[in-house]
């Protein structure tokens, strides 16, 4: 018997030129708001509206084997036509725009200066008004779509920590592919130019060994949800996913630093009043101590 194996089905090019009809998306968005995803021919047809019976086939049929199951009882949607349906929903095909600056509660945690929250380009960037240092990422506008601007900062903390969340479990934001960690300076994990004083900060980066996206975040970020953090800051009454994604940056060399090359050692540090709890991490972001000074 022969091994198991997932293999290609078909080219790229093939896949999105399926979708180049109106009448095949609108079966794919019918198909998606049926009950259970689940449609037979007739239903299929009168909820996307076409009259000719012969041409919605020949329209469906560019779909079946890869967006649509063909079954017994009908039609049903495959996991790459909810996967379609869900970029459509996201906005990151159809919608463009840009927030009003909200200006945030919380300092600069470098400087002390006033930080402001911005939304264009599809991209989020917080600023401050007294350094230089921005932190940003893209953003699909659909994020923001069903919420007000004031709520646009809350959102975006609670998108970046999914998608860390995810890069931290091994799987690419963009192609699900897997994605190896290791912990870098600053200055080697940032494409942009980063100010002297912050250029030896430990940053986890993040590369998809499938489609080859890159990403970094500091270690306070990175380090958030592992356990020992929880705990800490749970002995303290705080469920740190209550707190704002944003207040966990470790951008101060006090907070966070590379002690060591050879081995490789980086340490992040959480405080809560006057108690801390520092996590000793590797070069592969694996946790080798722990070290939480007694009272």
């Known amino acids: 018997m022969s091994e198991r194996r997932l293999v290609e089905t078909g080219e790229p090019e093939e896949a999105f030129a399926a979708l180049s ?3 095949r998306v609108d079966i794919l ?3 998606w ?3 259970g995803h689940r449609a037979t021919f007739s239903e299929l047809r009168e909820a996307v509206g076409v009259a000719d019976s012969g041409g919605f086939n020949y329209h469906l049929d560019k779909l079946v084997g890869r967006f649509v199951r063909k079954t017994d009882d009908g039609y049903e949607l495959a996991l790459a036509g909810m ?3 869900g970029a459509i929903r996201a906005g990151a095909y159809t919608m463009a725009g840009a927030l009003d600056p909200v200006e945030l509660d919380d300092p600069c945690p470098f400087c002390g200066g006033t930080r402001t929250f911005r939304y264009e380009d599809e991209a989020v960037a917080i600023e401050c008004a007294d350094c230089p240092f921005t932190l940003g990422a893209p953003v699909p506008p659909g994020v923001f779509a069903d919420y007000d601007r004031e709520t646009a900062p809350a959102v975006a903390s609670r998108y970046f920590r999914t998608i860390v969340g995810q890069v931290s479990n091994g799987f690419c934001w963009y192609c699900d592919g897997p994605v190896e960690l290791t912990v ?3 200055a080697a994990a940032s494409e942009a130019e980063v100010p002297e004083e912050l250029a030896d900060l430990p940053f986890a980066h993040y590369e998809c060994e499938r489609c ?3 990403i970094a975040s500091d270690l306070g970020s990175a380090m958030v949800d592992h356990p020992a953090v929880g705990g800490f800051y749970f002995d303290h009454g705080i469920d740190v996913r209550d707190r704002p994604f944003h207040t966990f940056n470790a951008l101060d060399p006090d907070r966070s630093a590379i002690r060591q090359r050879d081995p490789f050692r980086a340490s992040v540090t959480f405080t809560v009043d006057d108690e801390s709890l520092t996590l000793v991490v590797d ?3 694996d946790v080798v101590d722990v070290e939480r000074p007694e009272r």
Request: with cysteine; aromatic share 0%.
């Open 212 to 214: 080859g996206a890159e």
């Open 83 to 85: 996967h379609v349906n």
């Open 33 to 35: 708001s049926a009950e």
């Open 21 to 23: 009809d109106e009448t």
């Open 29 to 31: 968005r019918a198909l």
């Open 283 to 285: 070069e592969g972001c």
């Open 184 to 186: 870098r300076s600053l």
